[in-house]
């Protein structure tokens, strides 16, 4: 059984950065999928980036060139820094993962999530 514990959300000013992570436990981070999806006030969970356990990356359109997904297997935790982040990023976060070597955009199909950590963006 995998548990994920997110940190790292917080207030931040349009234009600034934040930084999650997600603290794995259980049986070895390395051959699992993560990713990152969010849920803003009023609409469903949305996929903002995966990486897959050979390190393959997918980014939603929104957030290319902003927020870079990464792991470290020998910690068992995932990142995501996010950068010129936009009052449109407000969201709960939440780390998903799934002993798979590929991703999906389905929340459905992730095994495992965290409870979630706030970003909220102020414009």
């Known amino acids: 059984q995998v548990q994920l514990v997110e940190s790292g959300g917080g207030l931040v000013q349009a234009g600034g950065s934040l930084s999650l992570s997600c603290a794995a436990s259980?049986?070895?981070?390395?051959?699992?999928?993560m990713a990152w999806f969010r849920r803003a006030p009023g609409k469903g969970r949305e996929l903002v980036a995966a990486i897959t356990s050979g390190g393959s990356t997918y980014y939603k359109d929104s957030v290319k060139g902003r927020f870079t997904i990464s792991r470290d297997n020998a910690k068992n935790t995932g990142f995501l820094r996010m950068n010129s982040l936009k009052p449109e990023d407000t969201a709960v976060y939440y780390c998903a993962a799934r002993d798979s070597g590929t991703y999906s955009s389905a929340p459905g199909w992730y095994d495992y999530w965290g409870q979630g950590t706030q970003v909220t963006v102020s414009s």
């Open positions: 259980g049986p070895p981070f390395s051959a699992y999928a």
